[in-house]
């Protein structure tokens, strides 16, 4: 393969900012490394981003296959990693017909992490997702999807107004960064219009302004099991969080476990 071209400044500022936000760990890896003990190799994620989770994968023995469609993720994605680590740039849809994902399976583990499902905005496209999971899976291997359930109070909340999340300090630039996001959410088409806005410099300096739109198409836990059904998935668990507690009324996310018969 040829050298890969540097990606746009403004998304590979977006890429950074995107590890900066995930700093604070969300408590999903130990999920991960987990299941990866349990299911062997090799193993594939689907929106790998920059890597968070397949490079500790790695770190751990295990042989990995990251697919992602955005340049500038992937960039930051093969600086970290290293050997046991294979980056393919594709959909995630079309990712099963990749000659690299084909080779590299089949997989004894195939997961969708920290709600990057959502980002597929409409069902059909989620459904292909559950089926571009299935399609690689060997028999008896597993499919995890993890996806965010937001409340009604949330929803409620989501009227365009700005909120402040966090001041940092990145530690790649010693710069000071703030993360400001506004949401609006439409209820026929469980869509949530999400614009984070991020700001960037030095005391008393005029701020580098960085901001990014999403679309996020809500998922409820029937679909997402009836999803995996339709991929030919047999649904083991339904967990309300990342310790595969039980999933309750109040839950804020949903981990969904299938198993390929």
Excluded at 8 to 26: G, Q
Excluded at 77 to 93: F, I, K, N
Excluded at 200 to 222: H, I, K
Aim: charged letters at 25%.
């Amino acid at each position: 393969m040829g050298a890969n071209p540097s990606p746009d400044p403004a998304a590979a500022a977006l890429a950074r900012l995107y590890d900066l936000d995930l700093a604070e760990d969300p408590g999903d890896l130990e999920l991960y490394r987990a299941l990866a003990r349990r299911t062997g190799d090799p193993i594939l994620e689907l929106a790998v981003g920059t890597g968070r989770v397949a490079v500790a994968l790695a770190a751990d023995g295990h042989r990995v296959v990251g697919v992602d469609n955005d340049p500038a993720m992937l960039a930051r994605a093969r600086a970290r990693s290293a050997a046991g680590v294979t980056l393919v740039e594709a959909d995630l849809v079309d990712a099963p017909a990749t000659e690299l994902v084909r080779s590299g399976g089949p997989y004894a583990f195939v997961f969708i992490a920290l709600n990057s499902i959502l980002l597929l905005a409409g069902a059909e496209r989620q459904r292909a997702a559950l089926e571009a999971m299935a399609r690689p899976l060997a028999p008896g291997g597993l499919a995890v999807v993890d996806a965010w359930l937001p409340s009604a109070q949330d929803l409620v909340a989501f009227d365009g107004r700005l909120s402040l999340e966090w001041r940092r300090t990145d530690p790649e630039t010693g710069l000071e960064v703030t993360k400001a996001v506004a949401a609006w959410f439409d209820p026929v088409t469980r869509l949530v219009t999400l614009t984070t806005i991020f700001e960037e410099g030095r005391p008393g300096d005029p701020p580098a302004r960085w901001m990014r739109s999403d679309a996020l198409r809500l998922v409820t836990v029937d679909e997402l099991a009836s999803f995996a059904t339709a991929a030919g998935l047999v649904v083991e668990q339904l967990a309300g969080d990342h310790q595969l507690g039980p999933l309750e009324p109040d839950s804020d996310r949903v981990v969904l476990i299938a198993r390929r018969p």
